[in-house]
């Protein structure tokens, strides 16, 4: 690994360059959070856990391969669990192609919950009610809080392409079904999910990772999960 | 006046039942802002400016019967300018069928300015760049910083049909062509500005007001105008 350029170092990721034309993702043991507490969606690394990386990788692997089997392109190729990293196809991550933008994430919520609930708590009296995989975008940019966008602002600062946009949100549906629909066979609930997509080849595919990371679930008693239960449900 | 009963008192306008059935809006002189500076976009009232109402009132007027002219539907029935009220038809206003919720506010933008430039700075390279009368909507919430809420989320929630939420963005568009081209012919430019929308027999309309308080406009020079200027340059 010594022999390839690292092209960049993300807050639980470094990112290596192959000489096989291919990306070599290293997952780190760094944990994002604030005040001392872990929140994997938090924008600042508070600390390092021992394992942590194998385990979001174990996950990413885990979804992938399940993401593979329903026919959805995602960028992986390998997964080496015992070093902690994986080989993925080089991707341009959707609205990263602007220089110091961040890029795009995904969010598909079955239900409000979270910030959906925060912005829009007037106009939600039963957070029991179903949100039909509704997507919403919003920009990695830590300084200015991930704000979202909408999809005609997306087309009118020409981010991306009318059906770029729409494949993507449809991508991110179709991965917050599979997910849900596996988790319901260990018995808990997908309230909602990120994912970050890419173009490989000009096809729109799943990028970066898939993991309890990115995702708040509960029980079938409406808990919610805590990230070590969760980790431990899925991979054991 | 007297004899009619208040309904609801605004910022800068008390709203009163008449008894043909019709609303009477009545334009005060109090001005918002924050820190002592009036900004007609803040949501806290600090104090009062002599002449105030009847100026939003008259401009108002002014672009309500331009619109009128185009065809464009509105809730506007007659001005009295010297009383400073305005009688409409009663419209039950976009997003505000919710019990405590505040409503929408329809933002048309022809270039990126004010809150979408501190947004997607890291997308903008040239302030210049059109926007193609991109339309965003945001909920009238001063708790929660007027936040933004795309299409699928208004769909999702069930607070708009698709057929009026494409209505009341297209009518969005609409208004705020024919207020540049009304403002072009003054020598001026329109960079932004946001109207409220509401449904009167079941039909999209332009409610509220259309003033130099929703709108941000520049000369030629790129010099973006005072709002007492404005309100001179329209109304004088």
């Not at 924008?43 to 993401?67: C, H, P, W």
């Not at 795009?104 to 957070?127: H, K, M, Q, V």
Request: hydrophobic residues 40%.
């Amino acid at each position: 690994m010594s022999t390839n350029e690292k092209i960049y170092t993300g807050k639980t990721k470094d990112v290596y360059a192959l000489d096989n034309g291919n990306i070599l993702l290293v997952f780190k043991d760094d944990v994002t959070g604030e005040d001392g507490v872990i929140d994997p969606g938090a924008n600042t690394v508070i600390g390092q856990v021992e394992g942590k990386g194998r385990k979001s990788l174990a996950m990413t692997d885990y979804f992938f391969k399940r993401l593979h089997a329903a026919a959805v392109p995602t960028h992986f190729v390998a997964a080496d669990l015992d070093k902690g990293t994986m080989e993925v196809r080089r991707a341009e991550p959707l609205g990263k192609d602007v220089k110091g933008a961040g890029g795009f994430e995904f969010i598909c919520r079955t239900r409000p919950w979270g910030s959906f609930l925060r912005r829009y708590r007037n106009y939600i009296s039963d957070a029991e009610r179903g949100l039909d995989y509704l997507v919403e975008i919003t920009i990695k940019d830590d300084e200015r809080g991930d704000p979202l966008i909408n999809d005609d602002a997306i087309l009118a600062l020409g981010l991306l392409s009318a059906e770029h946009l729409a494949q993507a949100k449809e991508l991110t549906r179709q991965v917050c079904r599979i997910v849900e629909a596996d988790l319901r066979g260990k018995g808990l609930v997908l309230i909602d999910m990120k994912i970050e997509i890419g173009l490989v080849d000009g096809q729109v595919v799943v990028i970066d990772e898939v993991s309890a990371d990115a995702m708040r679930v509960m029980d079938q008693s409406g808990q919610v999960l805590d990230h070590a239960v969760l980790c431990q449900q899925l991979i054991g």
